[in-house]
């Protein structure tokens, strides 16, 4: 496959540890018997995607911050049932020390890798997309992302929910014909519905197709809450009180749900490394954490 040297292929870079940590066996460990399945996992999945999607620029995006303090202002239990002891996130702990090798390893290969302080890899996501030259394929396990699709730039989601060997290209069909509603109203139609995995409750009563009903119809959450506050619309009287009923949540929670098109990203070269930045930082992590096969193979589609 030819590469596009505009293309930008944008990694949710926790998101992929996480299920490469959950889908290759703790046995799989470095030589002295530290755990690295997240490791060896994250960096297959990169050869994976770098080979059969043949981008001309790559970003390892990362979360700076887990639980961004302007998202926990607006929806307190945003992501409150993760918070570790230590007001941390939950992390298993043979995952926690494999973090930082992960980062040794991606700036060693001379992959981009960003996170931007006070914002999730979700931002940082959302603005390299708004950035961006040409087509943008952002690969993630996470639904939001959906409000980048757009067909006409094109920006794509390569949806993981089926491992990544079996991704789902999400395109403006594939989300109209799942959720009832094109990308770019995808926020608006998540602030109704909720999303119990990042504790947002929606409006209670408010399913995925009444919330598909109601974005067609107002054509945006901000028309629907307008027509609520005027008594316009001609809502039935049992979906007004629930919209009411829900109405401080609903001005609240699109500064959750929508990613930032701003963050204060570095300027930095894109561009797939065509060598590592620092060979001698790769060989001997690649001893110390007996990744040798895992990195020629990484090698060899960068």
């Not at 989300?175 to 109203?185: D, H, L, N, Q, T």
């Not at 990042?198 to 409006?203: N, S």
Request: net charge negative.
């Amino acid at each position: 496959m030819t590469t596009d040297p505009q293309k930008l292929l944008l990694l949710d870079t926790p998101s992929l540890y996480f299920r490469a940590f959950y889908g290759v066996p703790e046995s799989v460990t470095a030589p002295d018997g530290m755990p690295v399945n997240a490791v060896r996992g994250l960096i297959d999945m990169i050869a994976m995607l770098v080979r059969e999607h043949s981008p001309g620029e790559l970003v390892a995006c990362m979360d700076a911050d887990w639980r961004p303090a302007f998202r926990v202002a607006a929806i307190p239990s945003y992501k409150a049932h993760r918070l570790a002891a230590d007001g941390g996130e939950e992390v298993p702990d043979t995952l926690a020390p494999q973090v930082p090798v992960i980062e040794r390893v991606l700036d060693a290969a001379g992959i981009a890798r960003v996170g931007v302080p006070g914002y999730e890899a979700d931002d940082v996501m959302g603005t390299f997309t708004a950035r961006a030259r040409g087509p943008v394929d952002i690969v993630t396990g996470d639904r939001d992302m959906f409000q980048l699709v757009d067909d006409a730039r094109p920006v794509r989601v390569l949806y993981t929910a089926r491992g990544v060997k079996n991704l789902q290209i999400v395109d403006e069909a594939a989300v109209s014909a799942r959720y009832g509603v094109p990308g770019r109203s995808y926020a608006d139609f998540a602030v109704l519905r909720g999303d119990p995995s990042d504790g947002l409750p929606g409006v209670a009563g408010i399913g995925d197709k009444t919330a598909a009903a109601l974005i067609t119809r107002f054509g945006s959450l901000e028309a629907l809450v307008t027509a609520l506050d005027d008594g316009a619309g001609d809502l039935p009287a049992g979906q007004r009180a629930k919209l009411a009923a829900a109405r401080d949540y609903l001005r609240a929670a699109p500064a959750v749900v929508r990613v930032a098109h701003d963050a204060p990203v570095p300027e930095l070269d894109l561009s797939l490394p065509a060598a590592p930045r620092d060979p001698e930082a790769l060989d001997a992590l690649a001893e110390r954490y007996g990744l040798r096969g895992p990195l020629k193979r990484l090698s060899a589609v960068l």
